[in-house]
């Protein structure tokens, strides 16, 4: 707030609440750069979110984009409180290099803590300018006047006038001062309230809603031909064998990137096929052996950070307990493979894709075609859900090398279902080390935890290209090098310190750089394993400590938050104490605050074993969430929901399946998901906090449910299993 | 292929220029410019692709034109629009039962299919009807809610 000058000075009857109105000066020329909230940061211009239009619309832009998580929703509920308009008025611009501000990716359940604080703050700055406006138009004293606003017109005694009417006049290509507080939670109508989702009509009624969609005048069809594995040589290829089947327009071969062109989308797909004959590789034995694979990745050189540790008194310690657990590599398996448009026309670049990070794309893009960034755009529409960084960016490269050889006409190119199986980035395989010590009364004195872990991003970021065929071009493009994302929102070690007070713990991220298998970012990142981790072996030591463990973890919850989700789990869930186990019936609790950052979630799991197949029935899920504000609660029980169930997945049926040459798991027979008859009632409570600010919700669930599901698993039958996935397999074998 | 092949889609009867073992999926998408079926393996494995052939819920990435020919053909498209949607559709949407809405057009057309041959389904019917389309975000819940739903709505 330096260089800001605030005082009060009088009040604006507003719809129904009660607005303060400020006095703003200028800040001074020399001060800093007063620190604006969440991505107002580094987008500082009013205009660069919000403009009026003489039409009476209003256009909001943002840089965070629609994953199917609702955001554009919320962001136009949240602009719609702020500005006083109705939210039919408002067209939402999202993720356009050439509209909108640079907010990076949209990942991390950061959008509405950074895009929808952002928005929060210019629209209650617009709103105030309007009014300051029509105060001045009206000869009203600066300052002191009382005015209503609804639905964009601003009403003094008697007089009124529009914010269309004022829209030529408003100047708001300046910096944001973010001077004016938003909304208190009494005046709000649309935050809060569960508003129906913009996207969804179009979407049960095909309407055009995805890049898969888009159709320009005289767009060509594209596919490419990966090589067989990661190392793959070409040794041959006989190019005119594809160029001569019917609809073909180009061939482009770069290395050993391989693509084709036609007329007609089975065309290419067909001549896909026909460049697999064409082309001999040589395939490297080049990946480590799938059941080694833990053992392996600890063996390679790792960097060790000490995130977090505590040092209080030693305390004798009556039992120690050790244990590991692992998590394989896990796909994103987006049910629409990757897609993306692209057009080269007089040197320029257009690209329509489902990227998370259009601005960091479009500088990827730039290295890897040896182009000037200025001449290069990316669109944002809508794709399949990708859950982390799944093939988007990649396609969108595939698409411009292949537009290169359209002469100016649009290529859309889709992957194959074996393409994004076979060179998605999957989620990192995992394994985490645990040791506490209990005293003699049961009292958690000591903790450690190791996690050994590749990184958990290699988007398209700063140094190196990270795009696949960049990597494969005949003069390729080297990746960046893996890095740590710092804590406290960490990266592998995401959710690896405890939110649980102990008076002693170490916490130890082993950080290895080699990558036999392609990683990167998968919805929680290393939160997911680590907090399967925590919350298993917290269950593991109330045993041993012979203590409830909804008990036992509140013991070591300072939070009352916290406590309060976990109390709300558990009581919906209508958890009895104590309850014994080894019937084949169980329940399990999982909990964790998000990163330690956002949403507060607990989750209780109820299974039934069947015996004889090793088999897991989820009966019931039901969660309890605080998220802070809430923008739209049925938006937040829908994320947390799928989160639910997509865990449950990932902790029951999934790990991509390799060997030593390559990936195997290439389609759905051998990548199987949870299905319709598999799937448990869920049951969400949401505890809203209208007074606290809003928390990221949408990766909550991810880390907690798995942990709910082993300590089911661990009452109903006494197996403690760590090693994920939870199969019928491994659970029979198990069970001797 | 010059003559391509007659089909009749949500009631309209047009000849497209591909050839006969053409899935019927990309005739649909780019000859017809419906965007409601969706590619999503190319393999009957998911069911982003499920069109209604004769009233029957079938994978349209493996379906080929030449035996659809003759036959009336059902796209989501067909069922109702966003002013006047089918029971299944409105159903979705007062369910909210949609994340990225990707697999959803098979979610719908594949229960229209269930609809269409049992109109009074169990939770276990629906479930078993949808057992082979598969939704990654998690909306199964939801969905099952709104074929219920629908289901209701329609037996009124």
Redesign the interface.
């Known amino acids: 707030m330096s260089g800001l000058v605030l005082s009060r000075r009088g009040f604006i009857q507003s719809a129904g609440a009660l607005t303060l109105a400020f006095s703003l000066a200028p800040p001074s020329l020399a001060a800093e750069p007063a620190k604006l909230p969440g991505s107002l940061a580094n987008n500082r211009m009013l205009d660069a979110w919000v403009r009026i239009n003489g039409d009476g619309t209003v256009t909001i832009s943002t840089g965070k984009v629609e994953l199917g998580q609702g955001i554009l929703t919320a962001l136009e509920q949240i602009a719609a409180d702020e500005l006083d308009v109705d939210p039919k008025r408002i067209t939402l611009i999202s993720g356009d290099t050439a509209q909108t501000p640079d907010e990076g990716f949209t990942s991390g359940s950061q959008s509405i803590e950074y895009s929808g604080i952002a928005l929060r703050y210019a629209c209650a700055e617009v709103k105030q300018m309007l009014l300051d406006l029509a105060a001045k138009r009206m000869d009203l004293p600066h300052g002191n006047y009382a005015a209503t606003v609804e639905d964009g017109t601003i009403s003094f005694s008697g007089k009124s006038v529009t914010y269309w009417e004022l829209a030529g006049a408003v100047d708001l290509h300046r910096e944001a001062m973010a001077g004016f507080v938003p909304r208190s939670p009494q005046g709000l109508r649309h935050i809060g309230k569960s508003a129906p989702r913009v996207d969804i009509p179009a979407k049960v009624t095909g309407g055009a809603s995805y890049v898969q969609d888009l159709r320009l005048p005289g767009m060509l069809y594209g596919r490419i031909l990966r090589p067989p594995s990661y190392g793959a040589e070409l040794v041959a290829f006989e190019e005119a064998r594809v160029r001569a089947l019917p609809g073909v327009v180009a061939v482009v071969r770069d290395g050993r990137f391989l693509g084709v062109v036609a007329e007609r989308e089975e065309q290419a797909i067909a001549a896909r096929d026909e460049l697999a004959r064409a082309a001999q590789w040589r395939e490297p034995t080049s990946l480590p052996k799938p059941e080694d694979i833990q053992s392996y990745l600890r063996s390679l050189p790792a960097e060790d950070h000490v995130v977090s540790s505590k040092d209080g008194a030693p305390a004798a310690a009556r039992s120690t307990l050790e244990a590991t657990y692992t998590r394989p590599y896990t796909a994103h398996a987006s049910i629409g493979p990757s897609c993306a448009v692209a057009q080269m026309k007089d040197g320029a670049l257009t690209v329509w894709t489902h990227s998370q990070g259009v601005f960091p794309l479009k500088r990827d893009l730039a290295k890897a075609l040896e182009m000037d960034v200025a001449k290069i755009r990316c669109v944002h529409a809508q794709g399949s859900g990708c859950y982390g960084h799944n093939g988007a960016d990649d396609v969108a490269l595939d698409a411009a090398l292949l537009a290169r050889a359209a002469n100016g006409r649009p290529v859309k190119v889709q992957w194959m279902r074996d393409d994004e199986f076979g060179w998605e980035p999957f989620g990192p395989a995992m394994s985490v080390k645990l040791k506490a010590s209990l005293d003699d009364v049961g009292k958690i004195v000591d903790w450690a935890h190791d996690v050994w872990t590749n990184t958990h991003s290699m988007r398209p970021e700063k140094e190196g290209c990270n795009l696949l065929a960049a990597w494969h071009l005949a003069q390729p493009k080297a990746p960046g090098k893996p890095g740590i994302i710092p804590q406290p929102a960490g990266g592998g070690d995401r959710n690896a310190v405890p939110l649980y007070d102990f008076p002693r713990q170490k916490v130890t991220h082993h950080f290895i750089s080699e990558m036999p298998i392609r990683v990167s970012a998968l919805r929680a990142l290393g939160a997911y394993a680590n907090i399967f981790a925590i919350e298993s072996f917290m269950d593991e030591l109330a045993r041993t400590a012979k203590v409830d463990p909804v008990e036992f973890r509140m013991r070591y919850l300072n939070d009352p938050r916290a406590s309060a989700v976990v109390q709300a789990a558990a009581s919906h869930a209508g958890w009895q104490p104590n309850l014994p186990g080894g019937t084949g019936k169980g329940r399990g609790i999982g909990f964790a605050k998000y990163k330690n950052l956002s949403a507060y979630l607990a989750v209780v799991v109820e299974v039934e074993m069947d015996r004889a197949s090793g088999a897991t029935r989820l009966v019931r899920a039901t969660a309890a969430i605080d998220a802070g504000q809430v923008i739209n609660p049925d938006g937040l029980i829908n994320q947390t929901e799928g989160g639910i169930i997509q865990a449950a997945s990932w902790t029951l049926k999934e790990q991509v399946l390799f060997n030593p040459q390559h990936i195997v798991s290439r389609d759905w027979s051998r990548y199987p998901i949870l299905t319709f008859p598999e799937v448990p009632a869920i049951d969400v409570v949401v505890l809203d906090r209208p007074s606290e600010k809003s928390l990221g919700a949408g990766e909550a669930a991810q880390g907690p449910t798995a942990a709910a599901i082993a300590n089911a698993i661990a009452h109903a039958t006494g197996l403690r299993l760590r090693d994920l996935p939870l199969t019928p397999e491994r659970i029979k074998a198990a069970f001797g | 292929?010059a003559d391509g092949i007659e089909l009749t889609v949500n009631g309209k009867t047009r000849r497209v220029p591909?050839?006969p073992d053409?899935?019927l999926l990309?005739v649909l998408?780019?000859d017809l410019?419906?965007?409601?079926a969706?590619?999503?393996?190319?393999?009957s494995?998911?069911g982003?692709c499920t069109v209604l052939v004769d009233g029957k819920p079938v994978r349209s990435c493996s379906y080929p034109i030449e035996e659809a020919a003759g036959k009336p053909i059902t796209?989501?498209?067909g069922?109702?629009?966003?002013e006047k949607?089918h029971p299944l559709?409105a159903a979705?949407?007062e369910e909210?039962a949609?994340?990225?809405?990707?697999?959803?057009?098979g979610m719908?057309m594949t229960a229209a299919g269930l609809l269409a041959r049992n109109p009074r389904p169990s939770d276990g019917d629906?479930?078993?009807a949808?057992?082979?389309?598969?939704?990654?975000?998690?909306?199964?819940?939801?969905?099952?809610h709104a074929v219920a739903r629908a289901a209701r709505e329609m037996a009124r």
Not at chain 2, 38 to 43: D, E
Not at chain 2, 79 to 82: D, P, S, V, Y
Not at chain 2, 98 to 105: H, L, S
Not at chain 2, 131 to 138: H, S, T, V, W, Y
């Open positions: 292929m591909a050839a053409t899935p990309y998408r780019n410019a419906l965007n409601g969706k590619f999503g393996c190319g393999l494995q998911c982003a796209t989501i498209e069922l109702g629009t966003i949607p559709q979705f949407i909210q949609a994340q990225c809405g990707y697999c959803i057009n719908v629906i479930r078993q949808l057992a082979n389309n598969l939704c990654r975000c998690g909306t199964h819940v939801r969905i099952l």
